[in-house]
């Protein structure tokens, strides 16, 4: 099933003003109460209006940590903020 958010203004602007792990992952958690890695990729992807920002194989990581991964590389795009200027 594929997840979908409505991105309102002021979860844009939550998000925006964010700009750091500590803050996009307290935002994530405590306030928009998203606590698995899908839910967290598909709100950040969103945001930044991505589709799918990676595709990520590598062969000697389980599924596990495939997740968290993944989560990771888009916080790290997220964080890196050129998705603020398109």
């Given at each position: 099933m594929e997840l979908e958010y409505k991105i309102t203004k002021d979860i844009y602007l939550d998000f925006y003003l964010a700009n750091s792990k500590e803050k996009v992952e307290d935002?994530?958690?405590n306030k928009y109460n998203l606590k698995n890695y899908d839910?967290?990729?598909k709100l950040l992807e969103q945001i930044m209006g991505?589709?799918?920002s990676f595709n990520l194989e590598p062969s000697n990581i389980n599924d596990i940590n495939r997740d968290e991964l993944e989560y990771n590389i888009r916080l790290?795009?997220?964080l890196e903020g050129s998705w603020k200027t398109i």
């Open positions: 935002l994530l958690v839910e967290k990729i991505v589709k799918k790290a795009k997220f």
